[in-house]
T-cell receptor, first 114, second 116 residues
Framework: DQQVKQNSPSLSVQEGRISILNCDYTNSMFDYFLWYKKYPAEGPTFLISISSIKDKNEDGRFTVFLNKSAKHLSLHIVPSQPGDSAVYFCAANTGRGSNYKLTFGKGTLLTVNP | EAQVTQNPRYLITVTGKKLTVTCSQNMNHEYMSWYRQDPGLGLRQIYYSMNVEVTDKGDVPEGYKVSRKEKRNFPLILESPSPNQTSLYFC???????????????FGEGSRLTVL
C-alpha cells in the first residue's frame, strides 16, 4: 500500500512560469513532510519541508503548501528556471526516536523549457 | 566537506557472488539508512540504523544485511545477489536532535549495481 503518492510521473513548464508538483498521502500519523530534488547521477538533496502544524512554508522561489484535511501537499516553484529540471520526491515521516521512518513517493520529473 | 561516500559507484556482478557496498559519513550522524531506487517505484528503504549496533528493517529488507559497528560506517551486504537486486542504491544519514529526526537526510551519490 503506497502511503505517499505522486500521481504525475512528469511535468513540463516554460521558464518563468509556475511549477506545481503535487503529493497525496494516506497515513494520518505523518507529522512532517519534505521535498527532495534529484539530478541524474547524483543523490537526492533536501529542498524544503513543512511540519504538520503549519499550512505553508516558503524558501525563496520554493513554497510548500499542506492541506491536512485533504491529505495533500504541493510544491510551488516561482519562477521556474531550467536548472530546476530534476526529479522531485515527496516524503513524509512519522514518529521520533526509535520509531522514526521516512516514506518517499515515486517522484515527478520536472522539465523546465527555456 | 560534509559528505556521504559510497563505494563502489558502479558494479557488475554475477548471481550468488557476495558483495558489500560501503557507506561512510563524516558528519557524526546517528541515523543512517539504505534505499534502492527502481523505475516506477521511487525510493524504498532497505534497512536503517538509529545508532551504533542498532539496526532495523525497512520496507524491502529481503536479501540484504547491514551492520553498524562504527558510527560513521553502514555497509550494505548482499550475501547471494540475484538479478532482482539490480538497482540504484543510496545511502543516507541524518542527525537525531532532541526533537527527533525531521527527515532531512544527506544522501550519497549512489551505487549502480547490476547482477547478471
Amino acid at each position: 500500500d503506497q502511503q505517499v503518492k505522486q500521481n504525475s510521473p512528469s511535468l513540463s513548464v516554460q521558464e518563468g512560469r509556475i511549477s506545481i508538483l503535487n503529493c497525496d498521502y494516506t497515513n494520518s500519523m505523518f507529522d512532517y513532510f519534505l521535498w527532495y530534488k534529484k539530478y541524474p547521477a547524483e543523490g537526492p538533496t533536501f529542498l524544503i519541508s513543512i511540519s504538520s502544524i503549519k499550512d505553508k512554508n516558503e524558501d525563496g522561489r520554493f513554497t510548500v503548501f499542506l492541506n491536512k484535511s485533504a491529505k495533500h501537499l504541493s510544491l510551488h516553484i516561482v519562477p521556474s528556471q531550467p536548472g530546476d529540471s530534476a526529479v522531485y520526491f515527496c516524503a513524509a515521516n512519522t514518529g521520533r526516536g526509535s520509531n522514526y521512518k521516512l516514506t518517499f513517493g515515486k517522484g515527478t520529473l520536472l522539465t523546465v523549457n527555456p | 566537506e560534509a559528505q556521504v561516500t559510497q563505494n563502489p559507484r558502479y558494479l557488475i556482478t554475477v548471481t550468488g557472488k557476495k558483495l558489500t557496498v560501503t557507506c561512510s559519513q563524516n558528519m557524526n550522524h546517528e541515523y543512517m539508512s539504505w534505499y534502492r531506487q527502481d523505475p516506477g517505484l521511487g525510493l524504498r528503504q532497505i534497512y536503517y540504523s538509529m545508532n551504533v549496533e542498532v539496526t532495523d528493517k525497512g520496507d524491502v529488507p529481503e536479501g540484504y544485511k547491514v551492520s553498524r559497528k562504527e558510527k560513521r560506517n553502514f555497509p550494505l551486504i548482499l550475501e547471494s545477489p540475484s538479478p532482482n537486486q539490480t538497482s540504484l542504491y543510496f545511502c543516507a544519514s541524518s542527525s537525531l536532535g532532541l526533537a527527533g529526526n525531521t527527515g532531512e537526510l544527506f544522501f550519497g551519490e549512489g551505487s549502480r549495481l547490476t547482477v547478471l
